[in-house]
């Protein structure tokens, strides 16, 4: 492509054209502030916060800088007084309706409209008060608040809902000053066809939109004698969960994690990645039942529960080809509370299980039918890495300060299969490492299925496998899940085998995983940086696959007998529902 050489603030650069001004001054290592911008979806040019002087040989003029392509010989100002004048006082109006009651919302600290107005100088945040609209909180979601009296409008929701999702059950009502982002008419959230996927909060740039907090219900239950409390932690988190107490983007804090775990007062801390590794066992012999006699495929993984809901509401016909397990999480639940509960002589109604998740679906999953094999939940409460983080430091604890420990046995111990469940194409690249073996009746020579590895939204591979050409697509986002989903059933398309990840990226790039910042989210690589801590984990395990999980053994030679056995369908596997779309 064809460069163009621009100034910005007197300093010559050169930029590809067709370049926006936002994205040339990035390049040139200058951030400018922006609050309705997302990279590729929602570049609207709407909030007015990006505004910067260019100069085309016609005068100086204010221009939005995430939507304004650059032009040769373009001379670009950041920072002038009428640039800061121009971006302090738009903030100022937006913050004439916005409740600001900072101290006590979720995202002080962390929100970008107040890290704004500390940039420019707003000392005085009333001065435009007028007339308000006032809104009722929104608490219908299994799993989310929506408090439009926070909302600036800015439609990152909506974008991320409509276009990364294809879901599309919130927009804009009304018009002008009475606009409003909501479900169609006015309908409340949970009783839309939304997923419970958590992008819109991951996306929010306030605390318009937050995860319902289960914090308070876990310090009852760990205060509370006569409760075993346990808690696991699912591989993502240990991926993300060092943000929130100030480390870089893609480090490991697993030891750090299961300390302060344990010093919040869990009784036992447990891996999320020991039910994964189960999940392969019982996702592969079904895997393998399909293919060799006649099953319904492709068969595609079930351990993302926003998918699982995308898929009853948007493409119920295609509930036979999930696979009947369960997500790791909900696996584990049914093991604490029936092996875990007999071997350590507890009542399972005694016992509290947590799950600490980078998922606001995980907590709508828990209250599914069909999820509770042993005559309770399955899963008590569900957490987010982000409520996770706040319970620490509410404790008191110093994060840094911790030294690295282990989890506990048996339900700590996991394989490198289990932990690269996290990424988007681990599901797949696990289950190949058993499926393979099984198979072929023999060690493979490489455990690493790179094809399926990556951050790109559809994936496709075709592996020989005992004779077989085994075709596979992996998907992540549920934009991508339905356009994989359309050439399957046009014809166009025809696999064995998919993985279906509801999130972006997959499970480190959660919704109730911490948020990034406006430049890491559109200018950085912060899902690959999250999905190395997994690989790099999965490389340094001593065992990388799941038929190899020495736990996982003695759970069926003792008590589940085989993959797939009929004690284990009861446990393990569960039913889906065909939904409406609303």
């Known amino acids: 492509m064809e460069n163009v050489t621009i100034k910005?603030?007197?300093?010559?650069?050169?930029?590809?054209?067709?370049?926006?001004?936002?994205?040339?001054?990035?390049?040139?290592n200058i951030e400018i502030p922006t609050l309705c911008f997302m990279k590729e979806i929602n570049a609207i040019g709407a909030c007015r916060i990006c505004m910067v002087e260019a100069n085309e040989g016609r005068g100086n003029r204010l221009v939005a800088a995430c939507v304004y392509p650059v032009s040769p010989n373009m001379q670009i100002f950041t920072n002038t007084p009428r640039v800061l004048e121009a971006r302090k006082r738009t903030l100022e109006l937006m913050l004439s309706t916005h409740e600001r009651n900072c101290l006590s919302c979720v995202r002080s600290g962390n929100c970008e409209l107040q890290q704004l107005a500390k940039d420019l100088g707003v000392e005085d945040a009333g001065i435009y008060d007028g007339v308000t609209n006032h809104?009722?909180?929104?608490?219908?979601?299994?799993?989310?608040?929506?408090?439009?009296?926070?909302?600036?409008?800015?439609?990152?929701?909506?974008?991320?809902?409509?276009?990364?999702?294809?879901?599309?059950?919130?927009?804009?009502?009304?018009?002008?000053?009475?606009?409003f982002i909501g479900s169609a008419f006015d309908m409340g959230l949970g009783e839309t066809s939304c997923v419970s996927c958590g992008q819109c909060i991951a996306v929010c740039p306030t605390g318009a939109l937050a995860e319902k907090?289960?914090?308070?219900?876990?310090?009852?239950?760990?205060?509370?004698?006569?409760?075993?409390v346990i808690v696991q932690t699912a591989p993502a988190v240990r991926a993300g969960l060092g943000e929130c107490f100030g480390y870089p983007i893609g480090t490991d804090v697993e030891g750090k994690m299961v300390a302060a775990l344990r010093r919040l007062g869990f009784d036992k801390v447990f891996d999320t990645d020991f039910a994964a590794d189960l999940t392969i066992m019982e996702e592969g012999t079904e895997f393998i039942d399909r293919l060799q006699n006649g099953g319904k495929l492709p068969l595609i993984t079930s351990c993302s529960p926003g998918w699982i809901k995308f898929c009853e509401h948007y493409y119920p016909d295609m509930t036979e080809n999930l696979s009947s397990c369960k997500s790791p999480q909900q696996m584990?639940?049914?093991?604490?509370?029936?092996?875990?509960?007999?071997?350590?002589?507890?009542?399972?109604?005694?016992?509290?299980?947590?799950?600490?998740?980078?998922?606001?679906?995980?907590?709508?999953?828990?209250?599914?039918?069909?999820?509770?094999?042993?005559?309770?939940?399955?899963?008590?409460?569900?957490l987010t890495t982000r409520e996770l983080g706040r319970m620490i430091q509410r404790a008191g604890i110093n994060f840094q300060a911790l030294l690295d420990e282990e989890f506990d046995m048996p339900l700590g111990l996991s394989t490198g299969a289990g932990v690269i469940f996290g990424a988007t194409g681990g599901v797949m690249e696990a289950a190949l490492r058993t499926v393979v073996e099984v198979l072929e009746k023999k060690e493979l020579p490489s455990l690493d299925f790179q094809e399926v590895r990556g951050m790109e939204g559809i994936k496709e591979a075709t592996y020989n496998v005992a004779g077989t050409d085994v075709k596979l697509a992996v998907a992540s986002g549920l934009a991508n899940a339905r356009m994989l989903l359309d050439k399957v059933n046009s014809g166009e398309a025809d696999y064995h085998f998919i993985e279906i990840m509801g999130c972006p990226g997959g499970c480190i790039n959660g919704g109730g995983q911490p948020h990034v910042s406006p430049a890491e989210r559109n200018f950085g690589d912060y899902r690959a940086k999250r999905a190395s801590v997994l690989y790099s984990n999965d490389a340094a395990k001593a065992v990388r696959k799941s038929h190899e999980n020495a736990g996982v053994k003695e759970l069926y030679d003792t008590y589940l007998e085989k993959p797939g056995s009929h004690k284990a369908h009861q446990l393990l596997h569960t039913t889906y529902v065909k939904r409406s779309i609303n």
């Not at 910005?8 to 040139?28: D, F, K, Q, R, Y």
């Not at 600036?152 to 809902?161: K, N, P, Q, Y």
């Open 8 to 28: 910005i603030n007197g300093v010559e650069t050169s930029v590809p054209a067709g370049t926006t001004i936002l994205e040339a001054a990035h390049m040139a």
């Open 135 to 179: 809104y009722e909180i929104d608490g219908t979601a299994a799993h989310m608040i929506r408090d439009n009296n926070k909302c600036i409008l800015c439609r990152r929701c909506v974008a991320a809902c409509g276009i990364t999702q294809s879901v599309g059950v919130i927009g804009a009502n009304e018009r002008g000053f009475k606009t």
């Open 332 to 382: 584990f639940g049914a093991v604490a509370k029936s092996y875990y509960a007999e071997k350590m002589g507890i009542d399972p109604k005694d016992m509290v299980v947590v799950s600490v998740m980078p998922c606001t679906a995980k907590k709508f999953e828990i209250g599914r039918d069909d999820q509770a094999a042993n005559g309770v939940p399955d899963v008590d409460i569900a």
């Open 213 to 228: 907090d289960s914090t308070s219900e876990v310090l009852a239950a760990i205060a509370d004698p006569s409760k075993h």
